[in-house]
Every structure is written in C-alpha cells, then in structure tokens.
C-alpha cells in the first residue's frame, strides 16, 4: 500500500488549487448498499468507492485497495445532510489508516462514544 504523496509540496506544473479539487459523487442508489467514509463522513455506494476512492481522501487509496474500501468504511451510519455526508458513524477507522491520516497532516476525528 503506498503511503502519502510523494515528494514535497508546493504547487508543480502551474495548476492552482481550484483545478486540484475533486467532487465528490452523488450516490447512484440511496439502498443497502451506502457506504460512509470514516474519516470525512462522505456517502457513496460501495461500488462508487471501489472505482473512484474517496474525493476527501485520496491518501487513502481506496480506489486502488479493495481492502480499503471495506476498512475505511462502513455501511453503519445515522442520517444524512445536503451534500451526501452522515451526520455520524459508528465505528473507529482502523489503526493503521489512522496513522496514513496523521502521515499526510489530515485531521482524524474518532466517533463520539456514549
């Protein structure tokens, strides 16, 4: 699994930071099969998440590891908002994804225990 973007930072090439945003998808389906990040809460279909990873989070790599999209997240979440975010989930990102989070200086808010 490749862990962070390569090499330094700074803008390459000439493209501003308006041509490097991504948007995210809107669900094919609003059924079963919803998925919701656990690291930014964004709802899309598994399948969705399998071919073109998360918008939020490319760092983890879930367009390129199966794996990560069943790891990273989970069909067990409350609600929606306009947008296509939960307003919660219920479990943890794992361990290890947490540590590809803080490798790439992205902020990893757990769920809220009772």
């Given at each position: 699994m490749r862990r962070g973007g390569g090499?330094?930072?700074g803008h390459g090439g000439g493209?501003?930071?308006?041509?490097?945003?991504a948007h995210a998808q809107i669900p094919t389906s609003f059924?079963?099969?919803l998925r919701?990040?656990?690291?930014?809460?964004?709802?899309?279909?598994?399948d969705q998440f399998r071919e073109?990873?998360?918008?939020?989070?490319?760092f983890l790599e879930m367009?390129?590891?199966?794996?990560?999209v069943v790891n990273c997240t989970t069909p067990n979440f409350t609600g929606f908002i306009p947008g296509c975010y939960t307003l919660a989930v219920s479990e943890e990102l794992?361990?290890?994804?947490?540590g590809i989070c803080q490798e790439n200086n992205v902020m990893y808010v757990p769920p809220k225990r009772p």
């Open positions: 090499g330094g930072g493209i501003d930071d308006e041509d490097r945003v059924g079963p099969e919701a990040c656990l690291r930014c809460r964004l709802v899309k279909t598994y073109n990873g998360c918008e939020n989070c490319p367009d390129r590891e199966n794996d990560s794992p361990e290890e994804y947490q």
